[in-house]
């Protein structure tokens, strides 16, 4: 499932909200039920929502279909960018055609919640997962989970020695051996760990070490495949990115290999997707109930078997084989940690490593 490149720069200029678009859990939450297809004993089959997805294409397809079979609701999806699809909430206000917000990241929800612009989501299907998983005020709940990982190609130097810390990848030894996707939405979230882990001072510096370090890439498919390759030794990526890379490479073209960074490093990071209804919502009932179903077993399972490779988050809902436990990794960021990334993207245009 190839994606596009996240242009955050350009998202900026269009609002200064959208400067803060950057950009998990474990299963400890309390199994959930099937969604649903009724509120409080009124039906709403034959009802429509609108849904605006930032999240991997093809498995939100699926997931819009399964849903629409179990509740008779149409799913009318849009896919697209999650700071290009906010910031058109942003712009639409009061007026969006939107019922729901599917993001990739907390950031993206986490501007729209600051602007008040979020209803409440049920208790019930907050209780459904972690509670560090979803918005502290409520107005969003997670729904799956990442992690980032260090992606070497096999055999070299940054396969036999990885780095043990993010923060090493700005030493003078990974100059011309390392690469970057800093444009890429799944990345501010880590600047924004070095900014809260070392302060402002300290993650200026690390930028500009990988800055001078580094070639970048626009986006993390294309930093896995120069991997892969040996253009680079090795890059900063989601985990999936490399999943679905062995995918299509097959085994045998698969030349490369994925390390963690030490639990508890800035790189370390276990981050959530999640999903919000719009408090200018016409369908409110159907919204809600969308919500809960991506909180259900039924839905987890879809993620979970998908090729999305994310980590489900609700209890008994197991993940895809060979996926490492998420808490050998990380526990997830919290997040106010994240908060709107607004700082994290600065920093990344003061060093010019976003045009």
């Known amino acids: 499932m190839p994606r596009t490149a996240r242009p955050l720069v350009a998202v900026a200029a269009l609002s200064v909200a959208c400067l803060a678009?950057?950009?998990c859990g474990t299963s400890a939450g309390k199994p959930a039920a099937d969604a649903s297809p009724s509120v409080s004993g009124q039906s709403l089959a034959g009802q429509s929502i609108t849904l605006y997805s930032g999240q991997h294409e093809e498995t939100t397809k699926a997931l819009a279909a399964d849903f629409e079979k179990r509740t008779g609701v149409k799913v009318q999806l849009r896919s697209g960018?999650?700071?290009?699809?906010?910031?058109?909430?942003?712009?639409e206000g009061g007026a969006s055609p939107a019922d729901v917000f599917y993001a990739e990241n907390p950031p993206a929800l986490t501007v729209l919640e600051n602007k008040g612009l979020l209803a409440q989501v049920q208790g019930d299907t907050l209780k459904s997962v972690p509670a560090e998983d979803s918005s502290p005020k409520g107005d969003w709940v997670g729904v799956?989970?990442?992690?980032?990982?260090?992606?070497?190609?096999?055999?070299?130097?940054?396969?036999?020695?990885?780095?043990?810390?993010v923060l090493d990848l700005a030493k003078p030894e990974w100059k011309g051996r390392l690469g970057i996707a800093p444009s890429e939405t799944d990345f501010a979230p880590i600047v924004t760990r070095v900014l809260k882990a070392g302060g402002a001072d300290a993650a200026k510096q690390w930028v500009a070490g990988l800055k001078a370090n580094a070639k970048v890439y626009s986006s993390n498919e294309d930093l896995a495949n120069a991997v892969n390759s040996g253009e680079v030794q090795g890059g900063v990526v989601d985990h999936y990115y490399w999943y679905r890379l062995r995918d299509e490479k097959t085994a045998a073209g698969t030349k490369s290999v994925l390390h963690y960074f030490t639990k508890g490093d800035a790189g370390a990071l276990v981050d959530v997707s999640g999903a919000a209804v719009l408090g200018s919502s016409k369908h409110q009932a159907a919204a809600q109930a969308f919500l809960a179903y991506l909180a259900s077993a039924p839905a987890q399972t879809v993620i979970a078997n998908s090729q999305?490779?994310?980590?489900?988050?609700?209890?008994?809902?197991?993940?895809?084989?060979?996926?490492p436990a998420l808490d050998s990794i990380?526990?997830?960021?919290?997040?106010a940690d994240l908060g709107d990334g607004k700082d994290a993207l600065q920093l990344l245009q003061d060093a010019g490593l976003l045009q």
Not at 308 to 323: C, F, T
């Open 81 to 91: 960018d999650e700071a290009e699809l906010a910031n058109q909430i942003l712009q």
């Open 330 to 335: 990380g526990t997830v960021a919290p997040v």
């Open 144 to 165: 799956s989970a990442r992690t980032a990982a260090f992606v070497a190609a096999t055999g070299t130097p940054a396969d036999t020695a990885p780095p043990a810390s």
């Open 308 to 323: 999305s490779y994310e980590y489900p988050l609700v209890a008994g809902v197991k993940s895809k084989e060979n996926l």
């Open 21 to 23: 678009l950057s950009a």
